[in-house]
């Protein structure tokens, strides 16, 4: 088998690689643009040869990916952090990376590789994103519509979406250039709304053919949209040994900076996919909504900012939770309780964590509202 390490950029890539069967090795630079690396994979294909490849996650390489597959490679994908924390030497250049991880895959379990979602997976990932991207792209056609109404005197907030707040926007007389403005944000608008609900459509049915987003909409704060973006993300839980750690893989657990007796604790880590991490946070406004309970025990919208919104003046816990808490709280068990907090003054240890399994179906009937 001929074993290769290869440190992947978009342009080219630098491979090391050894035959396991004669012990031969070298070294070669692939460049992407006149096709020399896939005629290389290719020659491979041809001389029947066995072949493994290392690299490490990164973008732009999807190409190469269904090139391996299609040749029938086998294609190994590893942790560039745990990657990078084997690295010894302070120099860092394209061959030591590339004899990095050759070594890695010689040494077998000392290679550290990664899960890797399915094409189709990788797939609907996309609708979701791009209706997330278009949303976006819509949201600030409108803000930039309330501001020209604004500007105007008119202060109609979500009335203006509706038919006499856009007479009335479209009744203004403005300068020859804010016409053309206002003119062509509303023909955006009107070309975004329609293909939004096509890509939401596609959402909610894909969701109907998947039993556990159906399982997870029972959630309370949880839709189509949230619930398929966390089954695709997650995909398999067995990966997780409690929810501890699959609440880390979506950053949603504190930075830290310990040391000693000394606990620093900061804001949220942000790793992981941001698209799931937002539309929990969207989802746990919802639930708050609809739960008087969580409602009573959510601070205050005006304190959600800054070190004094988990912590007194002085550092001492305020005892009621953030809307980060309640995120935290839709993939985790109900029974956590969450933390936090920022600074060292600490009652409780943030990993104190009750990871008992909670069956929501059965909870469902507690909370009415909308989802997202």
């Not at 890539?13 to 020399?36: P, S």
């Amino acid at each position: 088998m001929l074993i290769i390490g290869c440190d992947y950029h978009p342009s080219m890539q630098q491979i090391a690689y050894v035959d396991t069967e004669t012990g031969e090795g070298g070294e070669r630079r692939l460049m992407h643009r006149d096709g020399e690396a896939e005629r290389f994979y290719r020659e491979l294909k041809q001389r029947a040869i066995e072949v493994r490849v290392g690299m490490e996650a990164t973008g732009y390489a999807r190409w190469f990916e269904r090139l391996l597959t299609e040749l029938g490679f086998e294609l190994w994908i590893g942790d560039p952090a745990r990657i990078r924390a084997r690295r010894v030497r302070k120099q860092k250049t394209d061959r030591k990376d590339a004899q990095l991880l050759l070594r890695l895959l010689l040494e077998g379990d000392g290679f550290p590789r990664i899960w890797v979602p399915s094409p189709e997976n990788r797939d609907l990932r996309q609708l979701l994103w791009h209706r997330h991207r278009l949303v976006q792209m819509r949201t600030r056609i409108m803000n930039q519509l309330q501001a020209v109404a604004m500007n105007e005197g008119l202060r109609r907030k979500r009335a203006l979406w509706s038919e006499s707040g856009r007479k009335q926007l479209e009744s203004f007389l403005l300068a020859p250039w804010a016409t053309r403005r206002r003119q062509d944000l509303l023909e955006l608008l009107d070309r975004l709304n329609p293909t939004i609900q096509e890509l939401t459509a596609a959402v909610e049915k894909e969701a109907e053919n998947k039993p556990e987003v159906q399982l997870l909409m029972s959630h309370p704060g949880v839709g189509p949209l949230t619930a398929l973006a966390f089954v695709l993300i997650i995909a398999t839980p067995e990966r997780f040994q409690c929810g501890k750690q699959m609440g880390s893989y979506l950053g949603l657990i504190p930075c830290e900076d310990s040391s000693a007796d000394q606990q620093r604790l900061g804001h949220i880590s942000k790793q992981g996919s941001s698209l799931l991490r937002f539309l929990l946070v969207e989802a746990a406004q919802v639930a708050v909504r609809v739960n008087p309970e969580w409602r009573r025990s959510i601070s205050a919208p005006s304190h959600a900012t800054g070190t004094e919104d988990r912590q007194g003046r002085h550092g001492a816990e305020t005892g009621r939770r953030s809307v980060l808490d309640v995120a935290q709280g839709m993939e985790l068990p109900a029974s956590c309780e969450i933390r936090f907090a920022r600074g060292t003054a600490r009652v409780t240890p943030w990993c104190a964590v009750d990871h008992r399994v909670v069956d929501w179906a059965s909870r469902s009937h507690l909370f009415r509202g909308s989802s997202n």
